[in-house]
């Protein structure tokens, strides 16, 4: 059974950072790329960052890319998110899962999606 596990979200000032864990199960880690999604209030969910299942590629959306870093550890079936330079507009409920390629392309290669984090960027 393919399980993501999502933590590490919480309330931050804007310019803060979190580093968000999302622990995966169910399938062979190191052969799937993998990605984090967020989904705001009234907004379609978004891919924000994907990597490649070998951790040599990586793929930013726009509006993230110079502030968030993806990586992952294949010993931990864990991939990261760390969030610097955090702004209002982050706010949202944050998702891992396994993706069909890391730039996105294909969406994600499972149905299962895990309970999400809440990020939360406020004064």
């Known amino acids: 059974q393919v399980q993501f596990v999502e933590s590490g979200g919480g309330v931050v000032q804007p310019g803060g950072s979190l580093k968000l864990s999302c622990a995966a199960s169910g399938f062979i880690f190191s052969e799937f790329a993998m990605g984090w999604y967020r989904q705001a209030p009234g907004k379609e969910r978004e891919l924000v960052a994907g990597?490649?299942?070998?951790?040599?590629?990586?793929k930013y959306a726009d509006s993230v890319k110079g502030r968030f870093t993806i990586s992952r550890d294949s010993a931990k079936n864990t991939v990261y998110l760390q969030m610097n330079s955090l702004k209002s507009e982050d706010t949202a409920v944050y998702y891992c899962t396994a993706l069909n390629y890391y730039n996105g392309y294909g969406g994600p290669a499972f149905a299962s999606w895990g309970q999400g984090t809440q990020v939360t960027v406020s004064s």
């Open positions: 990597i490649a299942g070998a951790g040599g590629y990586t």
